[in-house]
């Protein structure tokens, strides 16, 4: 999980913002669906970064106790500084740990909760070296009658038209080899991990956030979100790799073509289209 993003300066926090903001359009339905009839329910979520999500989500009626884990040992003393008390925390935990089970198990008897009713993995999956045994694991911890929702990113079903020379189909092309920005076909291998551990009622829920015409302020902050870290990720590849080729070429084109992309993802003609996975599992052990 070496590779999972943390966001921890004030531009990551930013765009953090931003995205959350964007997601929440296409968030809220599922969620609305998952709490549904559902009252005092247990919360756990997985990758609460700095915790201020969470807090958005799941502040919410039908909730009773919500727990956050995350990687980053320091986000997650944050988040538990700043928002943890009777209903919300937030804790370190590496999934992929040999004693992550131990660990959460340990975590959920020091805070009275015997079993989760919904557990939400957001961008998660997509950062994990092994995500089906990590499925397999959270399994047990899911109540009878529970709800598993898990959230990925869709890119083959992102678009940008008009498309001039290809070079958002190009740019996703090679999103795809950084290793920073986890498994992008993530989102169709779940379903099949879900399967093979022995889960039930799994339901995919495709969505999108949109931006057309005149939505000019949208589209910035589409593509500032999902565009704009890349060439962050290709200059540090690049000290850490220099002798590395694909870098080097990724690093070229972007000086040729990366303000020509953004120039048509948020121009008046474009249709920008992020896509996502939601995958919902109604069914406990």
Known sequence: ME???VFENEWEVERLHIQNKLLWECEQPVFDKVFKGRSGARVLDIGCNNGCKTMERFDRPEVSRVMGLEYNEALARWAHGKHGGEVFSFHPCDLESPSFARELSALMEQAGIE???VIYASFVLMHLRDPQTVLK?????????GCLLIEEADDLACSLTPDRQGL??????MLALDPYAGNRRCGEQVVGWLERCGYR???QLPAAIRATGGQLKKKEDIFEVFCSYFPQDIKLLQKVEQKNRVWFECECWLE?????LRENATSMKSEFIFALQFILCREGV
């Open 115 to 117: 079993a989760f009713d």
């Open 3 to 5: 590779n999972q993003a």
């Open 168 to 173: 958002f189909r190009q740019f996703l092309q």
């Open 256 to 260: 040729r073509n990366y303000d020509a």
């Open 201 to 203: 009622r799994i339901q």
């Open 137 to 145: 694991t959270l399994r047990p911890f899911l109540a009878p009658g």
